[in-house]
C-alpha cells in the first residue's frame, strides 16, 4: 500500500501529513494494552463493584424486561447496531419500518398525531417541547412560559436553563390554578407528576389555549396503556423517556426518548421523523421526511440541532412493543398498577400517609423523619433502593420486573420501620379514578398484533434486519462519520447485568465500579486531547457542542465579559455547529475558506479584529471537515486568542489525531470527542452517540453539573442531559477501546486510517478528482471525489453513484457534504486491503459505466446509474425495458457472484414523500393493494 | 426567457402589477435553484407585509428558502392551490402566484429589477 501510495514508511506517510508544529513527539502514556481475554477478565472484578440493587426510584427510569427474543437479536446484533442513520434508505428499509413502527406506537399510546423517530432523553425532549412552543407561538416581543413545580428536578433544570437561553421568562407553578400571563406562550407540565400523581390534563390544556398559549406535556409511556392519554385531553406537545419499553437502565442510558405533536406543527418538530414514500416502480418504500427541518440544511435556523436520534434504542422498545402487542401492554400496565394499588392499600391500612390521591406506579409517602431514617436502613439492609425528594419524604415506583416477593419485601421495609402493613391479595381500585381510565383503542395496526411468538418475533427481527447494509456486510465508507469496528470484546460488557441494571440516581457507593471507569475514560480521554478536564455528560456530538459552548460563556462571565457572544465559524463547518451556536443564544459569524477548502486566515483576523470586544469563540473542526491538516490552524488560533476569545474544536475528525497530534497541540481551549466515531461506540442504526468534552484547565469549573448526583465543576453550568454522566452504559466501548489498544494500539489506528485514505487516493484520483489535498498532495483520514465534472459532461450525478454502489454491495460515502456534488469517503482503520480493493475496483466500474455514457455506448437516460438500485424483483421480472442488461444490472463485476447484497427497493421518491407526508404505519389496505398489484 | 410584463426582486421573486394590486411568485430561476418544491408557507390574508419582508418559506427536499415581498401592503389573496400542489411551481413557476398584495406605495416598484436586468443578474 505504502508502494501505491509513494511512501516509504507509515511513519514517513504520517510525517508527510501532520504539520511538524503541532506533531506529537512522545507517545501517549496510558496503561499498556490489555488483551481482550484480560481485559474482559478484569472488567468482571471492576463490574462487581457495582451493586445491582431493586431500584424503585421512578424519575422516569424504571426497571424492565428485555425480551431475550431482543436482547439477543437485536441489541447484542451487529446487524442492528453498526449500521449508519438512515440516510441511504433504499439499504435502510428494516430499520426503517421499526422506526416507523416506534413512530406509530408513540403516536398511538400518547393520542398524538405524529411523533418522531427518538430523541436523546427526556430531559432534552422537553426542552425541545418549549422549543417548538416557542417557534410556533412566539410573536417578536416577550414570551412567557409556565413550568409545573411538579417536573422531575433534572428535567426541570435542563428545561429552564435551555429556555433561558431563548430570552423567555420562566414561572414555576400550578397551571391548573395560578393566573396565566397574557404574554403565555405555553406551559409545561408532567403526569404521572413529581409526586406520582395522575394529572386532570383536559382544563389546564383549556385554560391554556384559552389565552392563545399551547400545552406541554411530560408522561409515562407504560401510563398511556391505562389512563387517558395527553393527546386526548388537548396536549399539543408530549415527550418522555421509552426506556422501560425493554430498555435496559444502563445507570443512566443510552435510552429513546419520544416526541409527538401535531400534525400542523410537524415542520417545528425537531429531530429525525420517519415518512412513507414511494419507489420509482411505486412501491412502498421509507425514507427520512422534512429534512430541510434539521441543522445539517437549515444551520443556524434549524429547529434543534439535534442530529441524531436513538435509533437502536428506539427499535428496540418498538419491538417490545410489537412483541406485546396493545393486549400485552395493557396487561403490563394493568399489573403494574395492581401493584402499587395493593401496596398503598396495604400501607394506607396500617396508617402511612400516602399523599397522591391518584397514581399509576408512584406513591408519595411522608413521615417523621425519623420514620424515613428507619425506612432507609431497613431498605438497604435489603438492597432496595427508594427515593427520598426530602428528609421527611418517599417514594416509592414500581415496575414490570415487580413480583410477589418483591412486592413482601417493600411492604417488610416499611413494616420494619414503622405502623405494620399486611399485604391483601388484590387491591382496590384506588388512585386511578374511572374517568381516567384508558378506553380508546391504541396500536390496532397488525404489525403490533401478529409477532406474540418467539419464532414469529425472531423471524420478523431477522426479515427487517436483511433488509439493512451494516458493517456485518460490507465497508461504509462515509466522510466525517467513521464507521470503524465496534469489536465484540467491547460490546459484550454492555448488557452484563452489573452496568446494564443500575439506576442512573442510585446512591455512587453501588456504582463505584462505573465511577472507576469513569475516571480512568476521563485520564484517558485528557490525555490524548491534551485537555485535562473532562465531561462525560453530553449525550451527542452535538450536545457536547452545546455543553462546550455555554462552558465557554460561562468563562466570559466569570470575568465580567458577558457580553461576548460572537461566535466564527468557517463555511466549512458541519451544520450544527451554527445550529448549537444559536441554541446558545450566540451570534453566528462565517468565516470564508479558500479554494483549496482552509480557512482564509485573512478574512479570520480582519473579523476577529472587527468582533474583538464581541468574540466569545471560534468554532473549527480538525483537521478540517475537507479531510486537511490546515497547516496555519496554530495561527488560526493565536489570533483568536489575541482577540479574547476561545477556541472550540469540533471533535468529528479526531480519528486523524489520537497519538499524532492533539487538540491542545493546535492551540484549542474546548473539544468534544464523538466516541461513536473515533472510540468505537456504534452508531446504532441513527444513534446513539456520545459526545464528551474536554477542556482546559481555566475552563473546568464551569463542567456540568446535576441536581440530582455529584459531578461537574465548581461553578458548574446546568445539566445538558437528563443523566449526570449520560449514556453511562456505552461509554464501556469507548473504555474497552482505549484499554485493549493502548497508546501504540490507538497511534497505529490513526496512522492505518490515514494510510488507507491516501490508498483509495492513490487507487482513484486518475477516475475522479479528489477535491483537496494538503501538503505533499496528501489527505488525511478522509478524501472528497468531485462528481460535478463527470454531471456536466454525462447527467451522471453524485446521487447516481451513491445509489450505484449498493448495486455493487457498498453504502454509499457521505453525498453532497461538504461540498455540494461531491462524494467523500473515510474508510478508517479497521478497514482490511482486500475490502479497499473491492471498493476501489467498484469506483472504476462505475466509471467505465460513466464514460459508456459519455461515448454513447449506453443511453444518458436509461443506464444502470440512473436506475440504480436494482432490487432483485425488478431484475428478475418478466419484463425487462431496460438497454442494458440484467447481469449488468445486478452483477457489474464478478466478485459479487461471491456475495450479493440486494436492495429491496428502487430509488426511492423523496420528493413523494415530502408532499404526501405520512408519518405511521399505512393502513392495512395499502398493503393488500400491493400484494394484489 | 423572462417575461418583460413581470418585474422581478434581487431575491428571485416576481411580481405582476395590475393598477395598485401585484402578484407575487418566485421566478424560474429560484424554482430551478430550489428543485422539487414540497411545501409552501403562505402568509393569512389580511396581513400587512413591507418591501424586502419575509412573508411565508419555501422549501424543496434539501433546501428551505425565505419569501420577501416585493412591494409594501396588504395581502389580499393567497393562493391555496400551492398547499395541495407545490409541485406547480417548478412545472409553470412564473404562473403558479402565491400572494396577491394590494400595494400601499405602488412607487415602490421603480426599486425592482426589468426582465433584462434579471436576466443578467442570474446569468
Same mark, same amino acid.
Given at each position: 500500500m505504502l508502494r501505491v501510495i509513494g511512501a516509504p514508511t507509515l511513519s514517513a506517510l504520517t510525517t508527510s501529513i501532520v504539520p511538524s508544529d503541532i506533531r506529537r513527539t512522545e507517545p501517549l502514556t496510558l496503561p499498556e494494552a490489555e488483551s481482550e481475554a484480560a481485559y474482559l477478565d478484569r472488567l468482571r472484578t471492576v463490574a462487581a463493584r457495582n451493586q445491582v440493587w431493586r431500584s424503585y426510584m421512578g424519575l422516569g427510569y424504571h426497571d424492565t424486561h428485555t425480551p431475550a427474543v431482543i436482547l439477543r437479536n437485536v441489541f447484542e446484533n451487529p446487524g442492528w447496531y453498526t449500521p449508519y442513520t438512515p440516510y441511504q434508505a433504499e439499504i435502510a428499509q428494516g430499520r426503517l419500518e421499526s422506526l416507523l413502527n416506534f413512530q406509530t406506537m408513540v403516536s398511538e399510546l400518547t393520542g398524538m398525531e405524529v411523533a418522531n423517530a427518538s430523541l436523546l432523553d427526556e430531559a432534552t425532549a422537553a426542552a425541545e417541547a418549549v422549543g417548538l412552543i416557542l417557534r410556533v407561538r412566539r410573536r417578536s416581543g416577550p414570551a412567557t412560559v409556565v413550568v409545573s413545580d411538579r417536573v422531575f428536578p433534572h428535567v426541570r433544570e435542563v428545561l429552564v436553563s435551555r429556555a433561558a437561553l431563548l430570552d423567555v421568562t420562566i414561572i414555576t407553578g400550578d397551571p391548573a390554578t395560578m393566573a396565566l400571563p397574557a404574554d403565555l406562550a405555553g406551559v409545561y407540565v408532567q403526569s404521572p407528576d413529581d409526586h406520582g400523581a395522575l394529572v386532570n390534563l383536559a382544563p389546564i390544556a383549556a385554560r391554556v389555549h384559552a389565552v392563545g398559549g399551547l400545552l406541554a406535556v411530560g408522561t409515562d409511556l407504560l401510563a398511556c396503556a391505562l389512563v387517558v392519554p395527553p393527546g386526548e385531553q388537548g396536549a399539543d406537545v408530549v415527550v418522555g423517556n421509552a426506556q422501560r419499553f425493554g430498555v435496559p437502565l444502563g445507570y443512566g442510558g443510552p435510552h429513546a426518548a419520544f416526541f409527538a405533536t401535531r400534525s400542523s406543527f410537524v415542520r417545528q418538530a425537531p429531530g429525525r421523523i420517519i415518512g412513507v414514500s414511494v419507489d420509482a416502480h411505486g412501491r412502498r418504500a421509507y425514507r427520512m421526511a422534512l429534512q430541510t427541518r434539521e441543522q445539517h440544511i437549515r444551520r443556524e435556523k434549524a429547529t434543534s440541532n439535534i442530529c441524531t436520534a436513538q435509533a437502536l434504542l428506539a427499535n428496540i422498545s418498538a419491538f417490545y412493543g410489537v412483541f406485546h402487542g396493545p393486549d400485552g401492554l395493557r396487561a403490563i400496565s394493568t399489573r403494574v398498577h395492581a401493584h402499587t394499588a395493593r401496596l398503598a392499600e396495604a400501607l394506607r391500612a396500617a396508617g402511612w400517609q400516602q399523599t397522591n390521591a391518584t397514581f399509576f406506579d408512584t406513591l408519595h409517602i411522608t413521615a417523621d423523619r425519623?420514620?424515613?431514617?428507619?425506612?432507609?436502613?431497613?431498605?438497604?439492609?435489603?438492597?432496595?433502593?427508594?427515593? /427520598? $425528594?426530602?428528609?421527611?419524604?418517599?417514594?416509592?415506583?414500581?415496575?414490570?420486573?415487580?413480583?410477589?416477593?418483591?412486592?413482601?419485601?417493600?411492604? *417488610?421495609?416499611?413494616?420494619?420501620?414503622?405502623?405494620?402493613?399486611?399485604?391483601?391479595?388484590?387491591?382496590?381500585?384506588?388512585?386511578?379514578?374511572?374517568?381516567?381510565?384508558?378506553?380508546?383503542?391504541?396500536?390496532?395496526?397488525?404489525?403490533? =398484533?401478529?409477532?406474540?411468538?418467539?419464532?414469529?418475533?425472531?423471524? /420478523?427481527?431477522?426479515?427487517?434486519?436483511?433488509?439493512?447494509?451494516?458493517?456485518?456486510?460490507?465497508?461504509?465508507?462515509?466522510?466525517?462519520?467513521?464507521?470503524?469496528? =465496534?469489536?465484540?470484546?467491547?460490546?459484550?460488557?454492555?448488557?452484563?447485568?452489573?452496568?446494564?441494571?443500575?439506576?442512573?440516581?442510585?446512591?455512587?457507593?453501588?456504582?463505584?465500579? /462505573?465511577?472507576?471507569?469513569?475516571?480512568?475514560?476521563?485520564?484517558?480521554?485528557?490525555?490524548?486531547?491534551?485537555?485535562?478536564?473532562?465531561?462525560?455528560?453530553?449525550?451527542?456530538?452535538?450536545?457536547?457542542?452545546?455543553?462546550?459552548?455555554?462552558?465557554?460563556?460561562?468563562?466570559?462571565?466569570?470575568?465580567?465579559?458577558?457580553?461576548?457572544?460572537?461566535?466564527?465559524?468557517?463555511?466549512?463547518?458541519?451544520?450544527?455547529?451554527?445550529?448549537?451556536?444559536?441554541?446558545?443564544?450566540?451570534?453566528?459569524?462565517?468565516?470564508?475558506?479558500?479554494?483549496?477548502? =482552509?480557512?482564509?486566515?485573512?478574512?479570520?483576523?480582519?473579523?476577529?479584529?472587527?468582533?474583538?470586544?464581541?468574540?466569545?469563540?471560534?468554532?473549527?473542526?480538525?483537521?478540517?471537515?475537507?479531510?486537511?491538516?490546515?497547516?496555519?490552524?496554530?495561527?488560526?488560533?493565536?489570533?483568536?486568542?489575541?482577540?479574547?476569545?476561545?477556541?472550540?474544536?469540533?471533535?468529528?475528525?479526531?480519528?486523524?489525531?489520537?497519538?499524532?497530534?492533539?487538540?491542545?497541540?493546535?492551540?484549542?481551549?474546548?473539544?468534544?470527542?464523538?466516541?461513536?466515531?473515533? #472510540?468505537?461506540?456504534?452508531?446504532?442504526?441513527?444513534?446513539?452517540?456520545?459526545?464528551?468534552?474536554?477542556?482546559?484547565?481555566?475552563?473546568?469549573?464551569?463542567?456540568?453539573?446535576?441536581?440530582?448526583?455529584?459531578?461537574?465543576?465548581?461553578?458548574?453550568?446546568?445539566?445538558?442531559?437528563?443523566?449526570?454522566?449520560?449514556?453511562?452504559?456505552?461509554?464501556?466501548?469507548? /473504555?474497552?477501546?482505549?484499554?485493549?489498544?493502548?497508546?501504540?494500539?490507538?497511534?497505529?489506528?490513526?496512522?492505518? *486510517?490515514?494510510?488507507?485514505?491516501?490508498?483509495?487516493?492513490?487507487?482513484?484520483?486518475?477516475?475522479?478528482?479528489?477535491?483537496?489535498?494538503?501538503?505533499?498532495?496528501?489527505?488525511?483520514?478522509?478524501?472528497?471525489? +468531485?462528481?460535478?465534472?463527470?454531471?456536466?459532461?454525462?447527467?451522471?450525478?453524485?446521487?447516481?453513484?451513491?445509489?450505484?454502489?449498493?448495486?455493487?454491495? #457498498?453504502?454509499?460515502?457521505?453525498?453532497?457534504?461538504?461540498?455540494?456534488?461531491?462524494?467523500?469517503?473515510?474508510?478508517?482503520?479497521?478497514?482490511?486491503?482486500?475490502?479497499?480493493?473491492?471498493?476501489?475496483?467498484?469506483?472504476?466500474?462505475?466509471?467505465?459505466?460513466?464514460?459508456?455514457?459519455?461515448?454513447?455506448?449506453?443511453?444518458?437516460?436509461? =443506464?444502470?446509474?440512473?436506475?440504480?438500485?436494482? $432490487?432483485?424483483? +425488478?431484475?428478475?421480472?418478466?419484463?425487462?425495458?431496460?438497454?442494458?442488461s440484467r447481469e449488468q444490472a445486478a452483477y457489474p463485476v464478478p466478485g459479487l457472484r461471491a456475495h450479493k447484497f440486494w436492495p429491496v427497493v428502487s430509488r426511492i421518491d423523496n420528493p413523494h414523500g415530502d408532499r404526501n407526508l405520512m408519518c405511521a404505519c399505512p393502513p392495512i389496505e395499502a398493503y393488500e393493494d400491493e400484494l394484489k398489484a | 426567457m423572462y417575461p418583460t410584463t413581470l418585474k422581478y426582486t434581487k431575491d428571485h421573486e416576481w411580481v405582476k402589477l395590475d393598477a395598485a394590486e401585484a402578484t407575487v411568485g418566485i421566478t424560474d430561476f429560484a424554482q430551478s435553484q430550489l428543485g422539487d418544491v414540497v411545501f409552501v408557507e403562505l402568509p393569512e390574508v389580511g396581513r400587512e407585509v413591507k418591501q424586502g419582508e419575509m412573508f411565508g418559506t419555501i422549501e424543496s427536499v434539501k433546501a428551505v428558502s425565505e419569501l420577501f415581498a416585493p412591494l409594501s401592503g396588504v395581502v389580499t389573496a393567497v393562493n391555496a392551490d400551492l398547499g395541495v400542489h407545490p409541485e406547480q411551481i417548478n412545472a409553470k413557476p412564473h404562473e403558479a402566484w402565491m400572494i396577491r398584495i394590494q400595494a400601499s406605495a405602488p412607487a415602490e416598484a421603480d426599486n425592482l429589477l426589468d426582465a433584462d436586468a434579471y436576466t443578467t443578474l442570474t446569468t
Open positions: 425519623a420514620t424515613i431514617g428507619r425506612l432507609r436502613e431497613s431498605s438497604e439492609r435489603r438492597q432496595i433502593n427508594f427515593r /427520598y $425528594p426530602g428528609a421527611d419524604i418517599v417514594q416509592v415506583a414500581l415496575d414490570e420486573t415487580v413480583d410477589e416477593s418483591d412486592l413482601k419485601d417493600v411492604l *417488610a421495609c416499611f413494616t420494619e420501620a414503622g405502623p405494620n402493613a399486611a399485604l391483601l391479595t388484590a387491591g382496590e381500585a384506588r388512585g386511578l379514578p374511572a374517568e381516567m381510565r384508558r378506553t380508546s383503542p391504541f396500536m390496532t395496526h397488525p404489525v403490533f =398484533n401478529a409477532h406474540h411468538s418467539e419464532t414469529e418475533m425472531m423471524r /420478523y427481527i431477522r426479515q427487517l434486519e436483511r433488509k439493512d447494509l451494516g458493517l456485518d456486510t460490507a465497508m461504509i465508507p462515509l466522510g466525517s462519520c467513521t464507521m470503524k469496528l =465496534n469489536a465484540a470484546a467491547e460490546m459484550l460488557p454492555v448488557t452484563w447485568p452489573q452496568f446494564s441494571r443500575l439506576h442512573p440516581f442510585v446512591p455512587a457507593s453501588q456504582a463505584e465500579g /462505573y465511577h472507576q471507569i469513569f475516571r480512568e475514560l476521563e485520564d484517558a480521554l485528557a490525555t490524548i486531547t491534551g485537555l485535562p478536564a473532562v465531561s462525560l455528560q453530553p449525550n451527542s456530538g452535538a450536545q457536547g457542542e452545546f455543553a462546550g459552548l455555554l462552558v465557554i460563556k460561562a468563562y466570559h462571565g466569570s470575568r465580567g465579559e458577558a457580553h461576548r457572544d460572537v461566535v466564527l465559524i468557517p463555511q466549512s463547518a458541519h451544520g450544527t455547529n451554527p445550529a448549537s451556536a444559536a441554541m446558545a443564544g450566540l451570534h453566528v459569524v462565517i468565516v470564508a475558506c479558500d479554494e483549496r477548502g =482552509n480557512i482564509e486566515i485573512d478574512d479570520l483576523k480582519t473579523k476577529a479584529a472587527e468582533h474583538r470586544d464581541k468574540l466569545a469563540c471560534l468554532m473549527v473542526t480538525y483537521p478540517s471537515t475537507h479531510g486537511v491538516f490546515e497547516a496555519g490552524i496554530r495561527e488560526v488560533c493565536a489570533t483568536i486568542h489575541e482577540h479574547g476569545g476561545q477556541v472550540y474544536m469540533d471533535g468529528a475528525n479526531m480519528n486523524a489525531q489520537v497519538g499524532v497530534t492533539s487538540p491542545a497541540a493546535i492551540g484549542a481551549d474546548v473539544c468534544h470527542l464523538n466516541l461513536h466515531k473515533t #472510540f468505537a461506540i456504534p452508531h446504532g442504526g441513527g444513534g446513539p452517540g456520545m459526545g464528551p468534552i474536554a477542556v482546559a484547565t481555566h475552563l473546568a469549573p464551569f463542567l456540568p453539573g446535576h441536581p440530582l448526583a455529584k459531578t461537574g465543576g465548581t461553578h458548574a453550568i446546568a445539566p445538558v442531559a437528563a443523566a449526570p454522566w449520560g449514556s453511562a452504559s456505552i461509554l464501556l466501548i469507548s /473504555y474497552g477501546y482505549i484499554r485493549m489498544l493502548g497508546a501504540h494500539g490507538m497511534t497505529r489506528a490513526t496512522e492505518v *486510517a490515514m494510510l488507507n485514505a491516501n490508498y483509495i487516493k492513490a487507487r482513484l484520483a486518475a477516475s475522479f478528482p479528489v477535491l483537496y489535498t494538503g501538503a505533499h498532495g496528501r489527505v488525511a483520514h478522509e478524501l472528497i471525489f +468531485d462528481l460535478r465534472p463527470s454531471k456536466a459532461r454525462t447527467g451522471v450525478d453524485e446521487q447516481d453513484v451513491a445509489k450505484r454502489l449498493m448495486d455493487y454491495g #457498498f453504502h454509499a460515502p457521505t453525498v453532497s457534504f461538504p461540498v455540494a456534488g461531491t462524494l467523500m469517503v473515510e474508510p478508517t482503520e479497521s478497514e482490511p486491503k482486500e475490502e479497499l480493493d473491492r471498493f476501489c475496483d467498484a469506483m472504476m466500474a462505475i466509471r467505465a459505466e460513466i464514460e459508456d455514457v459519455a461515448t454513447g455506448r449506453l443511453d444518458r437516460s436509461d =443506464n444502470p446509474l440512473k436506475h440504480a438500485p436494482h $432490487p432483485a424483483t +425488478d431484475v428478475t421480472a418478466s419484463d425487462w425495458p431496460h438497454s442494458y | -
